[in-house]
C-alpha cells in the first residue's frame, strides 16, 4: 500500500542516511549536491517534503517552500513546488500525481513554473490552473541562426547537429551597441555581502508597480544568494547615477553549459534585474553590461537566459506564448505586469 508521508528531517520515515541513498538512486553523482540543497531549504523554514513509500521504500518526493508576496496590490504567501521525482521503476502507478494532488490539497497557493511537460500535465489533472504566461526568453551573444537550425534539426527531423564554431565571437553583443554612446552612469561590480540592505530597498522600491512579485528582503536575498549551496558563481552589477543614486541592479551567473530548447548551450542567467526607470536606465543597457562583462574578460557565450523581456534583438523564445505559472490560487484575477526571475522557485540552481 502507497503511504504519502512529510520528512520530520529526522529519522521518521526516513533517517538522513536513508534520506542519502534514496537520492543517490536517482541524481547518482549529484545526491551530495541534492541533499544539500534539500538541508538549505529546510533551513529557511517553511519547507515540506513529502515522501511516498510502499512496503517502507521510498519510490517518489515532492516538495515546496513558502515566500512571502504581493499579489494585484495585497500581501500573500506562495508555496514554490520544488524537487519532484519518482523513481524510474516506479513511473506508470499514479504515484507522481498522488504526490502533486497532496500538496495541492495541503498548501493555499501552491505554484510551479519550472517542471517538465509531463509533470505539468499531471499538474493540470490534479487541479492546478494557469495564473499567467511567464516568457523564457534567449539573447544570442554569439550564435542565433545556428541555435534556431539545431533547434529545427532537433525537434523537426530528430537528429542531433554539433555547435559549429563562432565565426564571429560576440556578435549580437557587439551589434546592438552599434551607436550607442558613453552610459551616463557608473557601472561598479560588487560584492553582496556588503550591499543587500541597498539591494532590498531597490527591490522593493523597482517592483511596487508590479502586480506579482515575491518579496526580496534582506534576509530572503540573503538566503538566496550568500547562503545557497547550489547557486553556482554569479555577479553584480550596480548601476549608480552622477549623483551616486544607486538606478539599478543586475545579478548574472557565470557562463555553463544548460540544455537550453533541447540543446546544449553555453550560456548565462539573468538571475535578477531592478531597475528605476525615472533616473533614465533601461534594462537593455543592463542586459548589455553582463554581456560586455564576458566579453571584455574574453570567455565565451552563446548567449543569456532571462525571464521577461529586454529590449535587445533578435530573441529565441519557446514556446513563443510563454510558460503558464500553474496554481491552486482561489481567486480568478488578471495580472498585466509580473516580475518573476531565474533566482525564483528553483531556478537558480547552476551546479546541478
Not at 493555499?108 to 499531471?122: E, L
Not at 530597498?201 to 545557497?228: M, Q
Amino acid at each position: 500500500m502507497l503511504e504519502l508521508v512529510y520528512w520530520d528531517f529526522e529519522c521518521n520515515p526516513l533517517t538522513h542516511e536513508q534520506y542519502k541513498a534514496f537520492l543517490a538512486s536517482y541524481y547518482k553523482d549529484e545526491a551530495h549536491a541534492r541533499y544539500e540543497r534539500t538541508m538549505w531549504y529546510h533551513k529557511h523554514g517553511n519547507y515540506k517534503l513529502l515522501l511516498a513509500l510502499k512496503d517502507g521504500v521510498c519510490l517518489g518526493q515532492a516538495c515546496a517552500y513558502r515566500v512571502n508576496v504581493r499579489i494585484d496590490g495585497h500581501s500573500d504567501e506562495l508555496w514554490w513546488g520544488v524537487d519532484t521525482f519518482v523513481l524510474p521503476a516506479a513511473r506508470g502507478e499514479g504515484i507522481g500525481k498522488k504526490l502533486q494532488k497532496k500538496l495541492l490539497d495541503d498548501f493555499p497557493n501552491f505554484s510551479s513554473v519550472w517542471y517538465s511537460k509531463a509533470n505539468g500535465f499531471i499538474k493540470r489533472k490534479s487541479g492546478a490552473h494557469e495564473l499567467l504566461k511567464v516568457p523564457f526568453n534567449y539573447y544570442p551573444v554569439s550564435s542565433f541562426f545556428t541555435v534556431l537550425t539545431r533547434v529545427f534539426v532537433k525537434h523537426i527531423l530528430y537528429k542531433h547537429l554539433s555547435q559549429p564554431a563562432a565565426i564571429w565571437k560576440d556578435k549580437y553583443y557587439v551589434l546592438n551597441n552599434v551607436c550607442r554612446g558613453k552610459s551616463k552612469f557608473e557601472v561598479m561590480k560588487v560584492d553582496l555581502a556588503g550591499k543587500l540592505d541597498e539591494l532590498s530597498a531597490l527591490a522593493e522600491y523597482s517592483l511596487k508597480e508590479k502586480d506579482f512579485y515575491v518579496v526580496r528582503d534582506a534576509d530572503y536575498l540573503a538566503w538566496k544568494y550568500l547562503e545557497n549551496p547550489t547557486i553556482g558563481n554569479y555577479h553584480a552589477l550596480f548601476f549608480y547615477t552622477q549623483g551616486k543614486e544607486l538606478a539599478g541592479v543586475i545579478i548574472f551567473s557565470s557562463p555553463y553549459k544548460k540544455l537550453a530548447f533541447s540543446i546544449p548551450l553555453t550560456v548565462v542567467t539573468i538571475l535578477d534585474c531592478f531597475v528605476l526607470p525615472h533616473f533614465g536606465l533601461d534594462k537593455g543597457q543592463m542586459l548589455r553590461e553582463a554581456m560586455h562583462y564576458h566579453h571584455e574578460k574574453g570567455i565565451a557565450v552563446d548567449g543569456i537566459l532571462a525571464l521577461g523581456d529586454f529590449p535587445y534583438r533578435p530573441l529565441l523564445r519557446y514556446p513563443w506564448g510563454g510558460i503558464p505559472l500553474l496554481t491552486n490560487f482561489d481567486k480568478k484575477i488578471s495580472l498585466k505586469s509580473p516580475y518573476l526571475s531565474y533566482s525564483d522557485q528553483d531556478m537558480e540552481q547552476a551546479v546541478l
